[in-house]
């Protein structure tokens, strides 16, 4: 189930669950899903902000907080449209909720991503998840909002001001939560332990330049406290402002750096694979690459810049890789490729053992060399990942070779 996989991925990632004070009035449950979800105090009820991607860790969530904070919410706010954001929601909202506000595009975006495009959404979360042949929303519990705005909203309730803010960067949708009588900011996704996914595979580039404004937007605050919807809250005015300008600093040197290789004609592929963090950022603890990666980061670059042409005419109108890679295959043959990418275990390059067996594969899905080959590549990838994305979508790889030898009648 996939609640039970989110808690359980939620425990491998931050620890036990758990209730953290973040803030005045502000408590954070961590741990009971990948997302958090922030409960802030006032003196006409609660307002929770984000509400995981499951009723069942919703609920785990909303009981836990409630030891802390008593009381039903009076509005329910989605800072952006993940699904780790907004299906919990249905275990949230109580008798007691005016509102579910969120930014003017969410709706929009969850009907793309979970109506005309729900079939490859799910598919290719079901990969990223390492489990590609299950449901990756099975406990799904969204709840469409009530109150939607463009650019800025402030809601007043119980003595304080929560001012929402359009603040784009990991989704178009996405929005800030600042509350300025005791200068807490909730940057939702903008700002997480972990190099920013600046683009999803299977998904696209996020606005990359928006985010980079975003947290100069937050820089302005002039925050005390900082409560991101993934990891731990910060205290502090010079701690969150540390925080706030090494994260700005290293999505802005992956899209320099980016823009140079493309001014100087680096072939994508090279620029993703030689683009690197300054050592003085790349120490540090909030831009581990656990989950998006720099080399993603230049691909996102080079998808928002300059498309999918690369100015070579072959590029052009291209055949489906199929005809192509039967055309090697009649060349080279199935074997001879297996048995170089075999070479390229053995010289540890799984990377190009999986891009040969792979031109096998597209003409014989089942050809068991190759299968075998790509098992052992995307283990050995997988293991070597620190990126939970990159795992699973190896593991993902590894899972699918299993089933195309099983299929063959063959061991793995």
């Known amino acids: 189930m996939a609640d039970i996989s989110a808690a359980r991925t939620g425990r491998r990632l931050f620890g036990e669950p758990r209730v953290e004070e973040a803030g005045p009035g502000v408590h954070v449950a961590r741990a009971f899903d990948l997302g958090n979800v922030i409960k802030i105090a006032t003196r006409e009820g609660p307002v929770i902000v984000d509400t995981a991607s499951a009723r069942a860790s919703a609920a785990a969530a909303r009981d836990a907080l409630a030891e802390a904070s008593p009381g039903e919410p009076r509005y329910v706010v989605y800072t952006h449209c993940h699904n780790d954001h907004t299906s919990g929601a249905v275990a949230l909202v109580a008798d007691a909720t005016a509102e579910v506000v969120a930014h003017a595009a969410l709706p929009a975006l969850t009907e793309r991503d979970h109506g005309c495009l729900g079939a490859w959404t799910a598919r290719h979360r079901a990969h990223q998840r390492g489990r590609p042949s299950e449901d990756p929303f099975p406990d799904r519990g969204y709840v469409p909002p ?45 700002v997480y332990p972990a190099f920013p996914n600046l683009s999803t595979p299977a998904v696209g580039p996020r606005p990359i330049p928006g985010w980079i404004r975003s947290i100069e937007r937050f820089l302005e605050l002039g925050a005390e406290h900082l409560v991101p919807s993934h990891g731990p809250p910060v205290s502090g005015a010079e701690a969150v402002t540390e925080v ?169």
């Not at 007043?156 to 996405?174: F, K, N, Q, Y």
């Not at 320099?256 to 493309?262: C, N, P, Q, S």
């Open 146 to 190: 009530t109150t939607t705005f463009e650019r800025e909203l402030d809601i007043e309730v119980g003595g304080l001001t929560l001012h929402l803010e359009h603040t784009e960067g990991e989704t178009r949708d996405h929005l800030l939560v600042w509350v300025p009588e005791t200068r807490v900011l909730l940057p939702g996704d903008l």
């Open 244 to 412: 706030l300008t090494t994260y700005r600093d290293a999505i802005q040197h992956v899209w320099d750096a980016a823009l140079r290789a493309i001014d100087e004609g680096v072939e994508v592929n090279e620029a993703a694979r030689s683009i690197r963090l300054p050592e003085r950022l790349r120490a540090h603890p909030w831009l581990r690459e656990v989950y998006g990666t720099v080399n993603w980061g230049v691909r996102a670059v080079y998808d928002l810049v300059t498309g999918w042409y690369d100015l070579s005419p072959a590029s052009l109108d291209p055949h489906p890789r199929a005809r192509r890679d039967a055309a090697i295959v009649e060349v080279a043959s199935a074997d001879r490729l297996v048995e170089r990418a075999t070479a390229a275990l053995e010289d540890d390059d799984p990377q190009l053992a999986l891009e040969l067996a792979d031109v096998v594969l597209r003409t014989d899905p089942h050809h068991v060399g190759a299968n075998r080959v790509t098992a052992d590549a995307c283990r050995r990838l997988r293991d070597r990942s620190t990126s939970i994305n990159q795992r699973g979508f190896y593991h993902s790889g590894l899972v699918r070779a299993r089933e195309r030898l099983a299929a063959a009648g063959a061991a793995p």
